[in-house]
T-cell receptor
Framework: NAGVTQTPKFQVLKTGQSMTLQCAQDMNHNSMYWYRQDPGMGLRLIYYSASEGTTDKGEVPNGYNVSRLNKREFSLRLESAAPSQTSVYFC???????????????????FGAGTRLSVL | DQQVKQNSPSLSVQEGRISILNCDYTNSMFDYFLWYKKYPAEGPTFLISISSIKDKNEDGRFTVFLNKSAKHLSLHIVPSQPGDSAVYFCAASAVMSSNYKLTFGKGTLLTVNP
């Protein structure tokens, strides 16, 4: 069971270049999330998708766009990368909203291994 | 405004002793709390959680305590093992308010020395 898979694992960009970070989950989860982790800052939510076809901004959405391609896949796009976007990006999913999953446990999020992005 | 605070950036303990990681929160609407463990170059993995209707939850060597009046929770690891060395994140959400987003603390680096 792969869980949450992120590609690529590493990427180096030049300022102004664009790229898309891919995320896929095989747990049949409804909800998916994108976070960034910076030193001393913990995990900050960029965008999330409560269900297929919906997306919402999180705490730090500026400079990013997302696409919920289908139930499995949730991509994060940097249209014009900036050095301030150098970070480690994590995708996560949760069973929130899934039929048959009740109680607080529906809010547990499961994370991918991350994409380490450097923007020069 | 940091709603979830982990005031100790790091903690070092001896193998076999107890590790206590602390977390404070300010938002009184938070009702579900989670601890995640993160090894270098890996994603965070869920460790243990507690809802506001409880004050203690135990899973093997890991116990989480919740003090709602103080808006404080702690994670106890007994006995600590070198493999427990990792960054631990505290997270909170307001499930009963239908706010399912997790708010994370900045993390505490635990080092367990053999």
């Amino acid at each position: 069971n792969a869980g949450v898979t992120q590609t690529p694992k590493f990427q180096v960009l030049k300022t102004g270049q664009s790229m898309t970070l891919q995320c896929a989950q095989d747990m049949n989860h409804n909800s998916m999330y994108w976070y960034r982790q910076d030193p001393g800052m913990g995990l900050r939510l960029i965008y999330y998708s409560a269900s297929e076809g919906t997306t919402d901004k999180g705490e730090v959405p500026n400079g990013y766009n997302v696409s919920r391609l289908n139930k499995r896949e949730f991509s994060l796009r940097l249209e014009s990368a900036a050095p301030s976007q150098t970070s480690v990006y994590f995708c996560a999913s949760s069973p929130l909203g899934l039929a048959g999953v009740v109680g607080f446990a529906k809010n547990i999020q499961y994370f991918g291994a991350g994409t380490r992005l450097s923007v020069l | 405004d940091q709603q979830v605070k982990q005031n100790s950036p790091s903690l070092s303990v001896q193998e076999g002793r107890i590790s206590i990681l602390n977390c404070d929160y300010t938002n009184s609407m938070f009702d579900y709390f989670l601890w995640y463990k993160k090894y270098p170059a890996e994603g965070p993995t869920f460790l243990i959680s507690i809802s506001s209707i409880k004050d203690k939850n135990e899973d093997g060597r890991f116990t989480v305590f919740l003090n709602k009046s103080a808006k404080h929770l702690s994670l106890h690891i007994v006995p600590s093992q070198p493999g427990d060395s990792a960054v631990y994140f505290c997270a909170a959400s307001a499930v009963m308010s239908s706010n399912y987003k997790l708010t994370f603390g900045k993390g505490t680096l635990l080092t367990v020395n053999p």
